[in-house]
């Protein structure tokens, strides 16, 4: 699997990786920290003195210059030290720890249901373009486009989980704990999160596939005897391979966004809920390691995607 | 222009009811205040969630208060802060863009690596941080939406304005002694307003559901004030009681969102005559 060139280009991505990190972290910085508003007074509580302020700025390191200390805490989250909590004091590395599985296993299923069901949706419509079939599922992808995943949630609670009692209503359980009850937990949130992947998959699966199946050389496939059948399934699908994956590394990057209200719906304690309190309570440190985290999984999966296209087309180099 | 404009909505079904609806939804939000059965934010405590029935023809909420007025009212609030978010959107995406695409050199390397990093993030993820940061509050909120938008536009502002800047008029331009802002205004600025009001259309509906999103999770706009995302997250309070709540905001998201995507898509296929499918 691992031949030379695919090591290049895994040494080309990582070394392309790290100033989109530096900048993705930078920017994040910059904006919080430029906006208006002193943390420091908000920290300082009400009726502070200007020397309780002045020594909370020096305890925090806020009275520093801006670049000292966005280069401080680089160099703090590259070893792994996401700083503290300003609500709690917990260490934002260990919150993040305890809450990204949640997420990840949400965002990961939620994947799972859309290809399951985008798939199939999609090579029925691409069977017959511009058919009944067609239509019904172009409206489908529509509608899984347009519906605020976080409503869908709540309908799915309110069916599922208080109607007929099949699911649990909020909550997660943590895979390694008990991984049957894990998924179970994850399955309505999944569910709600994979409308609009869903639709993206049939979708791109679609208008690929026909522009493939309309292609001369299926045609000369055709003359040749071979079964429809035989022809989507080998020689179709293998061409829209490479652009399926293209779309899977969008929907994971649009999914991890979208998760974060999902979650909420289903009080899970994931890296939603750690973004919206850190909003709320203008936690600085733990909003951006949030961020930070984020953007590493999306350079990582961006980085999968890339190898996964040299072995999906060998021109690719 | 405009006959031209008729004959395609005559042809485009689906563009014509989308446009159509968006229309009547403009004239409800305006009329509100007249056609709404009850002020949006009087409190009733004698008809608390009360299921459709004469006088609240969609119920009462959990504090008594009418869901068809607070629909018909919110319906304005919504709408203005989608247009807010993607005005922020254009305001800074388009000069950028544009500086991007007509400077070229170290300056769109920069430029253009920011705009990649940005897209790279997940979006609603970077509009919490912002708004975190700006302060919570339905105008903060719209503004870091716009924020984490902006990039879309300047992407394809900048892919415009590469193209354009080759052209022989702006050489012809030039010559005659044109400006930089005059050749940025008059030649280069009209040429990317096609593809900027198909993606502005496409951004109307993420904005939309980003502000239902961001008002759900307490963090756009405060109460009593209705939005269609504050009434959603106001019925997910009552949801084991009543959960027919969540089914009239919820389906105005829905349609207003779907009557922007397709409008934005056929609006796509008419001005880009390379999609054809």
């Known amino acids: ?317 | 222009m405009l006959s031209r404009f008729l004959r395609w909505l005559a042809r485009d079904l689906q563009a014509a009811l989308s446009l159509g609806f968006l229309l009547l939804l403009v004239v409800v939000a305006l009329a509100a205040p007249w056609i709404a059965p009850h002020s949006p934010i009087e409190q009733n405590f004698d008809m608390i969630l009360a299921p459709a029935g004469p006088g609240h023809p969609l119920g009462t909420d959990d504090l008594g208060r009418d869901i068809l007025s607070r629909l018909l009212h919110g319906a304005g609030i919504t709408l203005y802060a989608s247009f807010l978010a993607v005005g922020v959107a254009v305001l800074i995406g388009v000069p950028v863009g544009l500086l991007a695409g007509y400077a070229g050199g170290w300056v769109d390397d920069v430029i253009s690596r920011i705009i990649d990093t940005l897209l790279s993030f997940p979006a609603i993820v970077l509009a919490i941080a912002v708004t975190g940061a700006l302060g919570i509050g339905m105008t903060n909120a719209m503004i870091s939406v716009g924020i984490v938008f902006s990039p879309q536009l300047a992407r394809i502002v900048r892919a415009r304005t590469l193209v354009v800047r080759q052209e022989l008029y702006v050489d012809a331009a030039r010559c005659f002694g044109a400006g930089t802002g005059r050749i940025l205004w008059r030649h280069v600025l009209p040429n990317t307003v096609q593809p900027v009001i198909v993606q502005v259309t496409l951004l109307l509906a993420a904005a939309l559901l980003a502000e239902a999103s961001l008002s759900f999770l307490g963090l756009g706009i405060q109460p009593p004030d209705p939005s269609w995302g504050a009434m959603l997250a106001r019925a997910y309070q009552s949801m084991e009681i009543a959960p027919e709540q969540m089914y009239p905001p919820g389906l105005a998201i829905l349609l207003t969102a779907l009557a922007f995507n397709t409008l934005g898509e056929s609006l796509r296929a008419a001005l880009d005559p390379t999609m054809k499918t």
């Open chain 1, 1 to 317: 699997m691992l031949t030379a060139s695919r090591l290049r280009v895994i040494r080309r991505r990582l070394l392309h990786a790290v100033p989109v990190v530096v900048l993705a972290t930078f920017i994040v910085f910059g904006i919080l920290k430029l906006m208006p508003g002193d943390i420091a007074i908000t920290l300082a509580g009400e009726n502070a003195t200007e020397e309780r302020i002045a020594e909370i700025r020096q305890i925090y390191g806020l009275d520093r210059p801006f670049l000292v200390q966005y280069g401080s805490w680089l160099w703090n989250a590259v070893q792994g030290d996401l700083s503290r909590s300003l609500a709690s004091g917990e260490e934002v590395a260990v919150q993040i720890a305890r809450s990204f599985p949640n997420t990840l296993l949400i965002v990961v299923m939620a994947m799972g249901f859309a290809l399951l069901f985008g798939i199939p949706l999609g090579i029925l419509a691409a069977s017959r373009p511009h058919g009944i079939v067609d239509r019904v599922v172009t409206s489908i992808g529509s509608l899984g486009i347009a519906v605020p995943n976080f409503w869908l949630a709540m309908i799915l609670v309110a069916w599922f989980s208080l109607e007929f009692g099949w699911f649990p209503a909020t909550g997660a359980v943590p895979l390694a704990q008990d991984p049957a009850q894990a998924i179970w937990h994850a399955f309505l949130p999944a569910l709600a999160l994979a409308s609009g992947g869903l639709s993206e998959v049939s979708r791109q699966l679609r208008s690929s596939l026909v522009e493939v199946m309309s292609s001369p050389q299926v045609r000369t496939l055709h003359a040749k005897g071979l079964t429809p059948a035989s022809i989507l399934w080998k020689h179709g699908l293998k061409n829209v391979s490479v652009n399926l994956l293209t779309v899977c590394s969008l929907l994971f990057n649009r999914m991890l966004a979208a998760t974060v209200v999902v979650e909420a719906v289903f009080a899970i304690p994931g890296m939603g809920s750690l973004i919206v309190n850190a909003a709320l309570f203008r936690d600085l440190p733990v909003a951006q390691g949030v961020v930070f985290v984020m953007v590493l999984v999306v350079i990582t999966v961006n980085l999968v995607t890339d190898l996964l296209y040299t072995v999906l087309d060998p021109r690719i180099r």
